[in-house]
């Protein structure tokens, strides 16, 4: 469709969206599954793009620099913010949840109607408007069709492992779920000097890559009459020290938790489960020792540490390039949704 983009107002960025990736994330809320999904609505929160203009008041950005639009924004100034412990900004939670933007407006029109925003970033459109908390500014000289996939899916996973879970060197891990998070997942597991990782999907498909990004080996499931927590422990004398959910299955995550070591194993939950499900574990995993996260954009405070990301890739210290099996034109879109639900190895798709 043709969409009007209103003017950056007080406190707002107006981007020209250069590059941005199809993510789950998305095509969970388009599938109507997501109980606080508004329609319509501009899908889209992994892009990258040029800022066109800015509002009243902006002063971290000016027009024609290089950004990345962020799904969990920081103010600097709320609690979580200033609390080291979280990366949970929630200056504009309330209306981010909502679809619109902090003065409780949207930015798009289509035909005379109002559209909804999506995430706080709408990255779906040629120009989306966004709080000027929820930019990064980054390297000019980065490539966008590939730094895109840092505000969501490779900064999730690497964040996961180095912070939330903060892998020790010499450790042993467990990644369930071989998509682009599990595969960034593994990226920092072996970044952060864990000896061995092991991949679980049932896709077969997906072992090359997950080997090539640093699994030690990888297994199905569905190869073994006995639970995978099970055959996991007594491959690992006891339990892996680590292991993610990278699917949103909470059978999967009862699986990670008690696939981890007695004493000292640590599971994290990374994959985000449909609405309204809940996760179930004997208390006497807990008690004995194992402990229980959850991470959201992999602990990083974003508008911080979104641009050292940029720069880590930049001088080769994390791979992001890897992750990109397919590059359109923004018109294909609908046939990046359907290589996101068929595709046997697909990681990510992005839109130019």
Known sequence: EEVEVAPPK?????????????????????????????????????????????????????????????????????????????????????????????????????????????????????????????????????????????????????GAAVNTAKVEPGSTCAVFGLGG?????????????????????????????????????????????????EVLVEMTDGGVDYSFECIGNVEVMRAALEACHKGWGVSVIVGVAAAGQEISTRPFQLVTGRTWKGTAFGGWKSVDNVPKLVTDYMSKKIKVDEFVTHTLPFDKINEAFELMHTGKSEVRCILK
């Open 10 to 158: 007080a406190h707002e960025v107006r981007i020209k969206i250069v590059a941005t990736a199809v993510c789950h994330t998305d095509a969970y809320t388009l599938s109507g599954a997501d109980p606080e999904g508004c329609f319509p609505v501009i899908l889209g929160h992994e892009g990258a793009g040029i800022v066109e203009s800015v509002g009243k008041g902006v002063t971290k950005v000016k027009p024609g620099d290089t950004v990345i639009p962020l799904y969990i924004p920081q103010c600097g100034e709320c609690k979580f913010c200033k609390n080291p412990k979280t990366n949970l900004c929630q200056k504009i939670r309330i209306t981010q949840g909502k679809g619109l933007m902090p003065d409780g407006t949207s930015r798009f029109t289509c035909k005379g109607k109002q559209i909804y925003h999506f995430m706080g970033t709408s990255t779906f459109s040629e120009y989306t408007v966004v709080a000027d908390i929820s930019v990064a500014k980054i390297d000019a000289a980065a490539p966008l069709d590939k730094v895109c996939l840092l505000g969501c899916g490779i900064s999730t996973g690497y």
């Open 181 to 229: 998070v599990g595969l960034a997942v593994i990226m920092g597991c072996k970044i952060a000097g864990a000896s061995r990782i092991i991949g679980i999907d049932l896709n077969k498909d997906k072992y090359a890559k997950a080997k090539e990004f640093g699994a030690t080996e990888c297994m199905s499931p569905q190869d073994f009459k006995k639970p995978i927590q």
